[in-house]
């Protein structure tokens, strides 16, 4: 069953080593101006020389109003940033990995006070993690601006090398508000019907291959939000035959928004004291308002569960459902359930995140068979405190602790 995992496969025409992909991790390492750095360049090639079977790099932004509020997010709405870019997938390409882009727009889970624009939205629903104003629901115009700068975001990240380009629908950022009937209540063309809903994807799909051709187009998706009215199972189904029609590449299940906080990258506590110390949200909150929270959050808050392998039921049903390659994200740490699911499901590909930041050797050792299991223990400060800082493990330790060096 080994062999299954370590064979090299192809996926749209993209040769990958094995079938363990680094999920989209943002990296917090861009420059003040979204170009990416040579930092950034190194943890690509550390990944690479580590046998990953494939990188997707963290969420680059396709437009100023939809960059992130974490620091230093990677753009890739210039063609002055190819040749920076060009210079990254060469280096990976060296060590036969293929690299993917991941491609976003943050919508209303992003601030205004950073990107120095309104936030905005399908439809004017506060978010109430991150949003001090109300944000702009789109207008007919505005969405076919989003479009096209998707559509050129895909033309520059094919210039640039990339093998493919991955589409984020998945954890809360613009196009899942527009898929997910909670976010999106617009009774025009783009809500409403879950065609209405899918139509943003649809347009960058069939304009991206009307320019592009068979340029690989992949998605990261939710199968549930969790939320009120939000996506459920049945309907992601449904959506994942329509990116089928539409020509996308391959599907990669995930769940949940960012503003939910834990949900869709699990923790067996609530992690409340980096929570405090550095969530915009929480850090100026007085001393003695964080040490009467902080135990309560942390011991009283109960947290979503399984904290392992938690979307794999999903992504089996949106497997059966369609003909191209899925990839499952959420909670897989081990090569016994690596090799369980890629032995004894149908699913293709299975993508790891918070493993990779501890280790970015993970898969060289899990295939040479030194170690069985991640070493992360899901504390999730890597993803709290990227709000200031670039990605790092952190081991359960804030700052002034021992950081673990990636
Ligand atoms: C520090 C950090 C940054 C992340 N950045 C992204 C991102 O840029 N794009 C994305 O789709 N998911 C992002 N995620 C979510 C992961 O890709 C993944 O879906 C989630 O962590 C669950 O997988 P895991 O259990 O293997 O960590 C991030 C997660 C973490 C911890």
């Given at each position: 069953m080994t062999n299954a995992v370590f064979e090299r496969v192809s996926l749209a025409g993209i040769h990958l080593k094995n079938r363990i992909i680094r999920s989209a991790t943002h990296e917090g390492m861009a420059d003040d101006n979204g170009f990416p750095t040579e930092k950034l360049k190194k943890l690509y090639i550390r990944l690479a020389k580590g046998g990953v079977g494939a990188i997707i790099t963290g969420y680059a932004g396709v437009q100023a109003d939809g960059k992130t509020c974490f620091v230093n997010m990677t753009m890739i709405d210039r063609d002055d940033k190819i040749p920076a870019y060009l210079e990254i997938t060469d280096a990976v390409h060296e060590?036969?990995?293929?690299?993917?882009?991941?491609?976003?727009?943050?919508?209303?889970?992003?601030?205004?006070?950073?990107?120095?624009?309104?936030?905005?939205?399908?439809?004017?629903?506060?978010?109430?993690?991150y949003n001090e104003d109300m944000p702009k629901a789109l207008s007919e115009n505005e969405i076919n601006e989003?479009?096209?700068?998707?559509?050129?975001?895909?033309?520059?990240?094919k210039q640039a090398g990339f093998d493919g380009v991955q589409l984020h629908l998945a954890h809360g950022y613009l196009l899942a508000q527009f898929?997910?009937?909670?976010?999106?209540?617009?009774?025009d063309r783009w809500g409403g019907s879950t065609e209405n809903k899918y139509r943003i994807v649809s347009e960058i799909f069939k304009r991206a291959k009307e320019k592009m051709g068979d340029y690989p187009v992949l998605v990261k998706m939710n199968a549930y939000d969790g939320r009120k009215k939000g996506m459920r199972i049945e309907e992601a189904?449904?959506?994942?035959r329509m990116l089928e029609q539409s020509g996308c590449a391959a599907i990669e299940v995930s769940c949940g928004f960012i503003s939910d906080g834990f949900y869709l990258l699990r923790s067996e506590h609530l992690p409340a004291e980096a929570v405090m110390a550095y969530t915009f949200k929480y850090k100026d909150f007085p001393g003695f308002a964080k040490a009467f929270a902080i135990p309560i959050?942390?011991?009283?808050?109960?947290?979503?569960?399984?904290?392992?392998?938690?979307?794999?039921?999903?992504?089996?049903?949106?497997?059966?459902?369609?003909?191209?390659?899925?990839?499952?994200?959420?909670?897989?740490?081990?090569?016994?359930?690596?090799?369980d699911i890629i032995g004894n499901t149908k699913i293709d590909f299975v993508s790891m995140c918070r493993p990779f930041i501890i280790e970015p050797?993970?898969?060289?050792?899990?295939?040479k068979g030194t170690q069985t299991q991640s070493k992360c223990i899901m504390c999730n400060y890597c993803a709290i405190i990227q709000e200031e800082k670039p990605l790092k493990c952190y081991y359960g330790e804030l700052p002034k602790g021992e950081p673990v060096e990636i």
């Open positions: 060590y036969e990995t293929p690299i993917i882009m991941q491609i976003a727009h943050c919508g209303r889970q992003t601030r205004s006070k950073t990107t120095g624009f309104p936030t905005v939205a399908p439809s004017a629903i506060r978010d109430m993690f989003i479009i096209n700068n998707f559509v050129s975001a895909i033309e520059r990240a898929l997910s009937s909670y976010s999106n209540r617009r009774s189904v449904r959506i994942a959050a942390k011991n009283f808050m109960t947290q979503p569960k399984p904290l392992l392998k938690y979307n794999l039921n999903a992504a089996i049903q949106v497997k059966n459902a369609v003909n191209i390659p899925v990839i499952v994200v959420g909670g897989i740490n081990n090569i016994d359930d690596i090799n050797d993970i898969v060289g050792k899990f295939k």
